[in-house]
T-cell receptor, first 114, second 114 residues
C-alpha cells in the first residue's frame, strides 16, 4: 500500500513567486492535514480537511496560503506570493475518520524562499 | 489547548548506551500520546502510541515509552542505541474531545557517537 506522497520534495523559489505543493494521501483516508516546520521550531498545524471540506484552518498563517482538496482526494497548498518567512518543511498527513488511529505522514516538501 | 514540551534540543549518546528522551504535555485530561521519528530525508514515522491501558508502551525499533499521569510525561527510552537511531524525535499529543489534530513538540535531535 502506498503511503502519503508529497511533491516536490524540494523547491527553491524567489520571493514574490508562487509555489504549489501537492499531497496524495493514503487511499481511503478522509482526514488530511497540512503542517509546517520552520527551522529548529516545532511542527505547527496549518489545516485539516475531512474529505473535500476544510474542518479547521486556524493554523494558516495568512491569506497568501490557499489549500484545496479536489474531490476529497489529493490536496494542494499554494503560497502566493511567497515571502522569506515561508521557508520550511511542509508536511502532509492523512488518517482514517475513526478513533484510536494515528496519522501517517509524508516525507515533506522543503521550501526555500530566497 | 494542549501543548508539548521537549526540553532537550540535542542529545548525544555513545552507541550501545541507553537513551531517554523527555516529553511533557499540558492537557486537561489524559490525551492520546505519540512519538514520531524523522530520519534524514525521510518523512515522520510513528514509533509508538498510547491510547489507553498499559502505561508502558512498546514500539518499533526497540523503543518504549511510559505514560506517567502524575508527571504529565511520556518519555521515550531505548536500552541500547544503534548508530542508525540518529534522527530527530518528536513527541505529539492529541486531545480526546475533538478531531484528530496532533500537537507536536519542537523535537529532539539525537546524535550517536561510535
Amino acid at each position: 500500500e502506498a503511503g502519503v506522497t508529497q511533491f516536490p520534495s524540494h523547491s527553491v523559489i524567489e520571493k514574490g513567486q508562487t509555489v504549489t505543493l501537492r499531497c496524495d494521501p493514503i487511499s481511503g483516508h478522509d482526514n488530511l492535514y497540512w503542517y509546517r516546520r520552520v527551522m529548529g521550531k516545532e511542527i505547527k498545524f496549518l489545516l485539516h480537511f475531512v474529505k473535500e471540506s476544510k474542518q479547521d484552518e486556524s493554523g494558516m498563517p495568512n491569506n497568501r496560503f490557499l489549500a484545496e482538496r479536489t474531490g476529497g482526494t489529493y490536496s494542494t497548498l499554494k503560497v502566493q506570493p511567497a515571502e522569506l518567512e515561508d521557508s520550511g518543511v511542509y508536511f502532509c498527513a492523512s488518517s482514517q475518520v475513526s478513533r484510536n488511529t494515528e496519522a501517517f505522514f509524508g516525507q515533506g516538501t522543503r521550501l526555500t524562499v530566497v | 489547548a494542549q501543548s508539548v514540551t521537549q526540553p532537550d534540543i540535542h542529545i548525544t549518546v555513545s552507541e550501545g548506551a541507553s537513551l531517554e528522551l523527555r516529553c511533557n504535555y499540558s492537557y486537561g485530561a489524559t490525551p492520546y500520546l505519540f512519538w514520531y521519528v524523522q530520519s534524514p530525508g525521510q518523512g515522520l514515522q510513528l514509533l509508538l502510541k498510547y491510547f489507553s491501558g498499559d502505561t508502558l508502551v512498546q514500539g518499533i525499533k526497540g523503543f518504549e515509552a511510559e505514560f506517567k499521569r502524575s508527571q504529565s510525561s511520556f518519555n521515550l527510552r531505548k536500552p541500547s542505541v544503534h548508530w542508525s537511531d540518529a534522527a530527530e524525535y518528536f513527541c505529539a499529543v492529541e486531545g480526546r474531545g475533538g478531531s484528530y489534530i496532533p500537537t507536536f513538540g519542537r523535537g529532539t535531535s539525537l546524535i550517536v557517537h561510535p
